[in-house]
């Protein structure tokens, strides 16, 4: 039997197809309230850890408005800088849902770098306050970069970024670049407190560490100030989850799963699933003076809803390389 052929597609060719972070957003929200109505499929990720800190985790998902079906192969491996190697590699394989046949592989570190950063956006659309103006973000690598990208288009009165990295090469190269590109006033800091201190949405995004030495006080996080953890619990202290008058996560069943993996020693009473609050079942923000957290795994129904656009964008536009199956 003649089995059609595959495109694949390199993160050059997912560059140049120029899908704006707009259209990533839109579509992972779109993705969230079709999750929170039930109409996806996605089981808790599993993993193999063949490196202390360091995991390649499988991520399949089906959304069937989309008909999108797929899986990603992630890995993150935090010591990788030191070969000059990025800390997350992988590729994402989308499947015709109807036959079961693969019809494309592709690049996902690009994809995965866009779509969290939109995930944090459309939790902030729902969760941070809409005057929100002064942002801090701990990590400035590539999620500090998204990040930030993401959340301009949703907070429009976002100007001050307080920025912290353990890398002071790494921290000017950040505050140069994100300047330059956006026009905001990106402030280093020299210590984790200084990043949380007076911020109206602080974002972590170190490396995720499964018996982490965590360094956020409840004390530095302000009254109405919404966090989003993209490195589980790395960097919050128990007592400064515990302050939080919501405690969300973008899916409860995957992070029950990483609790019983000995992950997430000690964290509050789940107030909701993301995809319900975007689904207008729960409740986002109520006051301004709530204090709420997103606790966002990364899902793979995110990158499913991205992948099937860029997909499709390629095949218009001739981008990639088709390769047989036979």
Known sequence: MNLPEILYLSRRDIENIGLSMKEIINAVENVFRE??????????????????????????????NLKAAGLKWVSGYPENYKLGLPYITGLLILNDPETGVPISVMDCTWITAKRTGAATAVAAKYLARKDSETMGILGCGVQGRSNLEALLLVLKDLENVKAYDINKDNLQRYVDEMTKKY????????????????????????????????????????????????????????????????????????????????????????????????????????????????????????????????????????????????
Request: charge should be negative.
């Open 35 to 64: 999750k929170g109505l039930g109409r996806t499929e996605m089981p808790p990720k599993p993993g193999i850890h063949p490196k202390k800190d360091a995991f390649i985790h499988a991520m399949p998902a089906y959304i069937p």
């Open 183 to 326: 026009g905001v006033n990106v402030i280093p800091v020299d210590s984790p407190k200084g990043a949380v201190e007076e911020c109206d949405v602080v974002v972590t995004a170190g490396p995720i560490r499964k018996h982490p030495n965590p360094v956020i006080e409840a004390s530095w996080f302000s009254d109405g100030g919404f966090a989003c953890a993209l490195d589980f619990d790395s960097y919050w202290k128990p007592k400064a989850m515990h302050s939080m008058d919501k405690f969300c996560t973008d899916d409860v069943n995957q992070l029950m799963y990483y609790k019983s993996e000995g992950y997430f020693s000690d964290i509050p009473k789940i107030y909701a699933d993301l995809g319900e609050i975007v689904a207008n079942k729960k409740k986002g923000r109520e006051t301004d003076e709530e204090r709420i957290m997103a606790m966002n795994l990364g899902l793979a129904i995110e990158d499913m809803a991205t992948a099937i656009m860029i997909y499709e964008k390629a095949k218009k536009m001739g981008i990639g390389t088709w390769l047989p199956l036979n």
